[in-house]
């Protein structure tokens, strides 16, 4: 059975910048809506992006959209999450998500994701 693996984690202080990885293994990859959702101690799970294959397509939680870009490269079977301008509430668990679907409906909802990496931690100092 397939995983996802993130990396790329760190402690950072405000307005530093981070780049997360997300390999996948044994999925495929290339066909499916790939995603990014966060967690704080105490918060449910939160949507932060999302990208379709084939049109690629990105979709974004409106507090990071202007400082968050989400990529694929799918020939390295690795999804990108580019983090700049990182304010200490993106402080979070991150985890990439992966799920058998080329469509965006309910692309924010976290239950539609079949696959889960481990999550890597991101903090960020003020």
């Known amino acids: 059975q397939g995983h996802l693996v993130e990396s790329g984690g760190g402690l950072v202080q405000a307005e530093d910048s981070l780049r997360l990885s997300c390999e996948g293994f044994?999925?495929?990859?290339?066909?499916?809506?790939m995603g990014w959702f966060r967690q704080s101690p105490g918060q449910d799970r939160e949507f932060v992006a999302a990208?379709?294959?084939?049109?690629?397509?990105?979709y974004y939680l409106d507090s990071v959209k202007d400082r968050f870009t989400i990529s694929r490269e799918d020939t390295k079977k690795t999804l990108y999450l580019q983090m700049n301008s990182l304010k200490p509430e993106d402080t979070a668990v991150y985890y990439c998500a992966e799920r058998p679907s080329q469509s965006a409906i309910r692309i924010r909802d976290s239950s539609t994701y079949n696959y889960w990496g481990q999550g890597t931690q991101v903090t960020v100092s003020s």
């Open positions: 044994g999925h495929p990859f290339n066909r499916d809506v």
């Open positions: 990208i379709t294959p084939f049109n690629f397509k990105t």
